[in-house]
């Protein structure tokens, strides 16, 4: 199994700019879920989904779109690129969410710089 | 605001030695996990405890759970220079859906 894969791995955006960073899990992962880590910082909920066709906001949802038309995948679009959106971002996935949370499993990250 | 809060922000021990960091968290929860993070990669899961649990081992690693202080403890055991990385410690609130949510991590580095 590949697990949580991501791309692209680097990306520089110029403000105003719309992008979609792509998250692919093959381990039948009900949950999947998309974080930003800024510097020296934890990790913060944008959008997370509990399967297909099923999407939520997390803590700081503002200037991201997600839909989940797979189990398999489950994209973030940058609507309007700004300088506060550069990050980096992890795509994680879990069997179940909720009250029986699994083992997450992360993605190696998207590394954004918006100009 | 995060739910989780790691103490100390950062620690720095020599090889052998024992390493602890402290996670606080504001609501009730289902579950605590810990995850490990090295520099510029995604997070490996660690270890999860269940809000019925108080304690839980894996290995070098040894985690507690007090809920009515809603606090958790990971201790690493003689710990080694691949130890060196970040630590985070994350809730699934009881309530307020399926959100993982974690806090900012302690930085441990293992001199060797």
């Known amino acids: 199994n590949a697990g949580v894969t991501q791309t692209p791995k680097f990306q520089v955006l110029k403000t105003g700019q719309s992008m979609t960073l792509q998250c692919a899990q093959d381990?039948?992962?009900?949950?999947m879920s998309w974080y930003r880590q800024d510097p020296g910082m934890g990790l913060r909920l944008i959008h997370y989904?509990?399967?297909?066709?099923?999407?939520d906001q997390g803590e700081v949802p503002n200037g991201y779109n997600v839909s989940r038309s797979t189990t398999e995948d489950f994209p973030l679009r940058l609507l309007s690129a700004a300088p506060s959106q550069t990050s980096v971002y992890f795509c994680?996935?879990?069997?179940?969410?909720?009250?029986?949370?699994?083992?997450?499993?992360f993605g190696p990250g998207t590394r954004l710089t918006v100009l | 605001s995060q739910q989780g809060e790691e103490d100390p922000q950062a620690l720095s021990i020599q090889e052998g030695e024992n390493a602890t960091m402290n996670c606080s968290y504001k609501?009730?929860?289902?579950?605590l996990q810990w995850y490990r993070q090295n520099s510029g990669r995604g997070l490996v899961h660690l270890i999860l405890?269940?809000?019925?649990?108080r304690e839980k081992h894996s290995g070098r690693l040894r985690v507690t759970l007090d809920t009515s202080k809603k606090s958790s403890s990971l201790l690493i055991t003689a710990s080694r220079a691949a130890d060196t990385a970040s630590y985070f410690c994350?809730?699934?609130?009881?309530?307020?859906?399926?959100?993982?949510?974690f806090g900012a991590g302690t930085r441990l580095f293992v001199k060797a």
């Open positions: 994350a809730t699934d609130a009881e309530t307020g859906g399926f959100k993982t949510i």
């Open positions: 609501t009730s929860i289902n579950n």
């Open positions: 994680a996935s879990s069997y179940r969410g909720g009250p029986n949370t699994d083992t997450q499993y």
């Open positions: 405890i269940r809000s019925n649990e």
């Open positions: 381990m039948n992962h009900e949950y």
């Open positions: 989904s509990v399967g297909a066709g099923i999407t």
